[in-house]
């Protein structure tokens, strides 16, 4: 069980995360634009009133007032030069348009204040330094979550799994009575009733086999001792019509011993109950052969 419960586990767990990782990278792909301007818009007003306080003011002058509502501000504010921050043609375009110029996903923001090279820069408040810990713990309960659903789901598929395996064991040791029993809701009930119904199939068909050995060994006595006899009646014999006799009894013998060997040989090649056998008193047979024997083994001691 506990290897099916930890590859189940490992599985589901890593298939889940990067399921969550894809879909959150895939949604900020085809959602940027949008939250582009969702942001834009939040601070807008702020870098306007921001711009505003500054405008008419010199280099000097303006780094006094920043520092003066600095403190006001839980945001990051500083004044820099276009030539420090690199900016693309993209980036200038939008700060020639009067738009704000949005970097870092969204916690970096660039104003422009009057149109001149000085620009406004706000950054927003860092992360908590323990969002790691609460994403790792996040995911740490989902991984628990997922392991206590998946445990009461594998309890059952385990439980009935060793079932089958306990019962294919005791089947490998000769129990052929063995079957397996499982609850109608189980979801391998129709490989326990595959299983049941093989074994009954093995089961009678080395229960028909041992039968017929069981009968064709207890009947093959009876045309060896015959044979066994007949030879000693034919060197203790000196009269040839007698001998002929005795020789065509043994050749009948012969023939019941044949067919009871191609009886066994049609057995053993049965497949899949396509040959059906029709057996026959062994006394009967040999009567029947002794019959034929008796005239055939005449014939050929006449020529």
Known sequence: MLRLFLGLFLVMTVG?????????????????????????????????????????????????????IRPHYGSGLTLVEAEQLALSDKEKTELAQGRLVIRDKYTHYIGSIDGGS???????????????????????????????????????????LEKLRLAAERFGDNDLSVRIQLSKRSNIR??????????????????????????????LRTPIARLSFELDQLKQSPDASQNRELI???????????????????????????????????????????ARGRGGGGAVVDR
């Open 16 to 68: 889940l995360v990067l399921a969550l990782q894809t879909v959150e990278r895939t949604f900020d792909a085809l959602l940027d634009y949008q939250m582009e301007d969702y942001n834009r818009e939040a601070m807008r007003g702020q870098v306007w009133t921001l711009s505003e306080l500054l405008r008419g003011l010199d280099g000097p002058a303006r780094e006094k007032q920043l520092e003066a």
């Open 190 to 219: 129709d490989l326990a009733e595959h299983f049941n119904l093989m074994a009954a199939r093995i089961e009678s068909l080395i229960a028909n086999q041992r039968e017929l050995t069981n009968a064709v060994s207890h009947e």
């Open 248 to 290: 065509a009894d043994m050749y009948a013998d012969l023939g019941e011993l044949e067919e009871m060997v191609s009886e066994l040989l049609t057995y053993a090649s049965l497949e899949r109950g396509a040959t059906v056998i029709k057996r026959e008193m062994a006394g009967q047979r040999g009567r029947q052969c002794g």
């Open 118 to 160: 000085q620009l406004l820069s706000i950054r927003l408040p860092a992360e908590p330094s323990l969002m790691p810990f609460y994403l790792a713990a996040a995911y740490l309960m989902i991984a628990v979550m997922i392991g206590f659903v998946l445990f009461f789901w594998v309890r059952p598929h385990w439980r009935d």
